[in-house]
């Protein structure tokens, strides 16, 4: 069973930093896409910033570039964990985040629950 647990949300001041985690277990992560996603009141979900285990390859979404990073460990066999380091943070950076797992050749993705990240200025 594919489980997808975020957290690390919280409230913080303009220019302030958070560290989000996301623990993801019950696929074959090591060839998945991970990736965290944000969504503002009343706006659509967006990409903030993807991993692809396999490759390595990473993306991120330009609003956040320079200034969050995502990382992941898979030195458990059971489990991955994908950090976003989100530093310098913004009012405009206030969403709820979602971390998703894409496994290789799965027709689905699986949500986390979501962290409330809140920027005051």
């Known amino acids: 069973q594919v489980q997808v647990v975020d957290s690390g949300g919280g409230l913080v001041q303009s220019g302030g930093s958070l560290r989000l985690s996301c623990v993801a277990s019950g696929f074959a992560f090591d060839t998945s896409i991970m990736t965290w996603y944000r969504q503002a009141p009343e706006k659509g979900r967006e990409l903030v910033a993807r991993?692809?285990?396999?490759?390595?390859?990473?993306?991120?979404?330009e609003s956040v570039q320079g200034r969050f990073i995502i990382s992941s460990d898979t030195n458990d066999n059971a489990k991955i964990m994908v950090d976003l380091q989100m530093n310098n943070l913004r009012p405009e950076d206030t969403a709820v985040y979602y971390c998703?797992?894409?496994?290789?050749?799965?027709?689905?993705?699986?949500w986390g629950q979501g962290t409330q990240v809140t920027v005051s200025s």
């Open positions: 998703n797992a894409l496994p290789k050749y799965s027709p689905r993705t699986y």
């Open positions: 991993i692809n285990i396999g490759t390595g390859s990473i993306k991120y979404a």
